[in-house]
């Protein structure tokens, strides 16, 4: 029996593996070979993921302008809004966007105190703007203006809430993201994880951003 089928235990013969020098290769670029295209997949899901959220708050946008006279009797947007309690929500959220970028940078150039200190900053910010907004509607549901007042009121807590609900869901994915860099370190399947949470909050930023407009300063404009 030749040397190269003694290298492994029973040879090719007695059922053992032989492998040579091409098959080291195949093993060797095997895996890098798949990791482009998985990556590719990955970002096209991520996008497919946020172009469905954008739908979403679209239809939500269009039920709430269809709805924003069907008030049943009950108060408008101009009896309820209280523009400077929203001013402040929306700065908080901006402000988190600002420290969500600082700890992408952070991240890149694998500075912990810059990555953690931002993540940190960024999620109190964002949880401050979920209990001004858990406030406001506690407010308004113990003033009788809950949901099921009107056809307006189900619209704006509808529309609203999603939101809210999103950036809560964001708030636990920052803290599964700094735990696995925590864990895991600056590593690249990690900083990639890091941008597709980024531009998800940065999305959020900018609905907001609409949400403040045609919600809030569209509502207490007169007519």
């Known amino acids: 029996m030749s040397a190269t089928a003694e290298t492994f235990s029973g040879g090719v013969a007695g059922g053992g593996l032989a492998l040579g020098s091409r098959g080291h290769a195949q093993a060797l670029t095997e895996e890098p070979a798949h990791g482009p295209a998985k990556r590719i997949v990955v970002a096209y899901g991520f996008w497919i993921f946020l172009i469905s959220d954008i739908i979403l708050f679209s239809a939500l946008f269009a039920s709430y302008a269809v709805l924003t006279d069907a008030t049943a009797g009950g108060p408008t947007g101009r009896d309820l809004f209280e523009l400077p309690t929203v001013a402040i929500e929306t700065a908080c ?3 988190s966007t600002v420290f969500c970028g600082f700890a992408g940078i952070g991240a890149q150039v694998r500075r912990n105190t810059l990555y953690y200190g931002s993540m940190t900053a960024t999620f109190v910010l964002g949880a401050t703007f979920v209990a001004i907004e858990l406030h ?3 407010t308004l549901i113990a003033a009788g203006a809950g949901p099921g007042r009107s ?10 809430g999603c939101h809210g609900l999103h950036v809560t869901a964001g708030l636990l994915w920052l803290l599964t993201m700094m735990a696995q860099v925590y864990a895991k370190g600056y590593r690249d399947d990690i900083r990639r994880r890091l941008l597709c949470f980024a531009l998800f909050w940065h999305t959020l930023d ?5 949400l403040f407009s045609l919600v809030y300063l569209v509502g207490v404009a007169p007519r």
């Open 93 to 95: 959220l901006l402000l």
């Open 136 to 138: 406001e509607f506690a």
């Open 151 to 160: 056809g307006f009121l189900s619209a704006f807590f509808a529309l609203i």
């Open 206 to 210: 900018i609905i907001w951003v609409a």
